[in-house]
């Protein structure tokens, strides 16, 4: 136990060396310019400019964006928003800290291997490590029978990017009965501060509108190219007709043309149902055998990415640590069988494979590229198949 101190903090001085480090690339990334875009824009609308805020993310991301150009510390975006994360990852092991020591730790050094297997540039140049931080309190909230916590960071999540919305069902059902009163509390808390900073610092019309963007921009879009779905389409007109797909940039990434809108609209209903059934599957065992929180939270959130018609190598951000950490508490407290070094060993396959995926060779489609996309698809349905298992088989307990 006298080890855990030293042990964290070396590994949050690891990951603010490794953020410095970085930092100049960090700058001249795509999306960091983008995010200072969108701090401009808001600033606008704020100053009383005609402009309409045009953000394809969240009113809490936004607001956030329009802070981090705003902020009085750093004379530069990429600087205040490289502090704002170290100061996300703070708070977040400070969290864990006072949850059990041995949680932040292990949250620490999730996140540092997670950067070796995806690379630094999905972790300190997107947005998404800020998606995964609350989705990872959540999880372990759970886990530990914090229901308002566990709550309040899911709609925090939620809040920064839709996706995580999904796991609410799973996440109040999870919940005993005499306990979901203090779930409720801890969403609507959240709720509450979720809506009244995009409120108060947007303005309502600047809110309306960056929501109605985010839905348009977003509903436009068809298949990425690293989807699982546009990756088998790309496997089966190599192999089987002799040529490529139609590969093209818009909404700033590569997407498959020769996909149809109607079959991402499909795609979309085939993972609504997913859900659906996982949760209803989840809810009842649970009523025999008590919730296994540990997996099921895994096992959905790899289920929206595998059928998800849009998937980036960020997305990947917000799974591979919780997974690491996963690995890393079953090496800790488990017997460690083959089911669990298959799932680990998923995980290194997964991280690498998505950090070799070069984007600016989408185009050309060589035979490496399809090759490791369908890898990665092929590993994710095999992981899918073993945390499957793995939830007949480990049960939490109340």
């Not at 136990?1 to 480090?21: D, E, F, N, Q, S």
């Not at 964006?65 to 510390?73: A, D, E, V, Y």
């Not at 035979?367 to 899918?384: E, I, K, P, W």
Request: proline fraction near 4%; glycine fraction near 6%.
């Amino acid at each position: 136990m006298k080890k855990i101190v030293p042990a964290t903090v070396a590994l949050y001085i690891a990951l603010a060396m490794l953020g410095m480090w970085f930092l100049p690339s960090i700058r001249s990334t795509q999306d960091i310019g983008v995010y200072r875009g969108i701090g401009e824009m808001a600033s606008k609308q704020i100053a009383g400019e005609q402009v309409e805020l045009r953000s394809e993310y969240p009113p809490l991301m936004t607001t956030i964006f329009w802070g981090m150009l705003n902020s009085p510390w750093h004379d530069s975006f990429a600087s205040a928003w490289l502090l704002f994360l170290f100061l996300a990852l703070a708070g977040a092991g400070l969290y864990l800290w006072f949850i059990a020591r041995e949680e932040a730790a292990i949250f620490l050094l999730a996140t540092v291997l997670s950067i070796f297997l995806l690379g630094q540039a999905v972790f300190f140049a997107r947005n998404d490590m800020l998606v995964m931080i609350p989705l990872y309190l959540s999880w372990r909230a759970h886990i530990r029978k914090l229901p308002a916590s566990g709550a309040f960071f899911l709609i925090i999540a939620g809040a920064l990017k839709f996706i995580p919305f999904l796991l609410l069902p799973l996440s109040f059902l999870s919940v005993a009965r005499l306990q979901r009163k203090q779930w409720l509390s801890g969403a609507l808390l959240a709720a509450f501060l979720c809506l009244a900073l995009p409120l108060a610092i947007l303005s309502p019309q600047g809110t309306i509108e960056n929501v109605h963007h985010v839905f348009t921009y977003h509903g436009s879009r068809t298949f990425q190219a690293e989807s699982v779905w546009s990756s088998t389409d790309m496997l089966i007109r190599r192999a089987f007709l002799g040529e490529k797909a139609k590969i093209g940039m818009d909404h700033m990434a590569y997407h498959n043309h020769d996909l149809p809108v109607w079959a991402a609209h499909a795609a979309l209903l085939i993972m609504i149902i997913g859900i659906v059934l996982l949760t209803a599957r989840a809810w009842l065992r649970s009523q025999k055998k008590g919730w296994n929180n540990r997996e099921e939270y895994l096992l959905l959130l790899l289920w929206i990415l595998l059928t998800s018609s849009i998937l980036s190598p960020q997305y990947f951000v917000w799974l591979l640590p919780l997974l690491v950490a996963w690995g890393v508490d079953t090496c800790i407290h488990d017997e460690l069988r083959l089911r669990q070094g298959l799932i680990m060993l998923s995980t290194v396959i997964i991280g690498f494979s998505t950090q070799l995926i070069m984007k600016e060779a989408m185009s050309a489609q060589s035979l490496l590229l399809v090759s490791l996309l369908n890898l990665r698809a092929a590993v994710m349905v095999c992981l899918f198949l073993l945390l499957f298992y793995s939830t007949r088989q480990r049960v939490s307990k109340h």
